[in-house]
């Protein structure tokens, strides 16, 4: 079946703690779409075990967190830089070298997609 021009929201909630040790969930909802992935971290690990493929946690300066989650296709990047009680947040997602499609895994199964376009992004921190 082609769908075109689905959209879908998500929602990614995460606890950085003083350990080094982070969780987040990453909720997808949108039309025949709905799941929470889990996801367990620590900072200086290397990759983990994740849904659909694995994580990783990096800190990319004092300030600022990128979270990978890499699925076959491609790779999910969210980057977090906070400034006091505020943050930002970017998404980017690549395709991996030799593939045409982007995956996306629910949590029971994967989506396959041409073309993946972020239209907003906002970030709250606490």
């Known amino acids: 079946m082609q769908v075109r021009n689905y959209s879908a929201r998500v929602n990614f909630d995460g606890v950085l703690n003083g350990d080094g ?3 987040a969930d ?3 909802s949108g039309f025949g779409l709905s799941a929470v992935v889990h996801f367990d971290a620590r900072l200086g690990r290397g990759s983990q075990p994740a849904p659909g493929g694995s994580s990783q946690l990096r800190v990319l300066n004092p300030h600022a967190l990128r979270g990978i989650w890499s699925l076959p296709n491609n790779d999910l990047m969210i980057d977090i830089n906070t400034s006091g009680s505020s943050c930002s947040a970017s998404i980017r997602v690549a395709l991996k070298r030799g593939h ?6 629910n949590g029971n199964k994967f989506y396959y997609c041409s073309a993946v376009r972020v239209l907003q992004t906002s970030c709250s921190a606490q």
């Open 21 to 23: 040790s982070a969780n």
């Open 26 to 28: 990453l909720t997808f």
């Open 100 to 105: 045409r499609e982007y995956t996306l895994w």
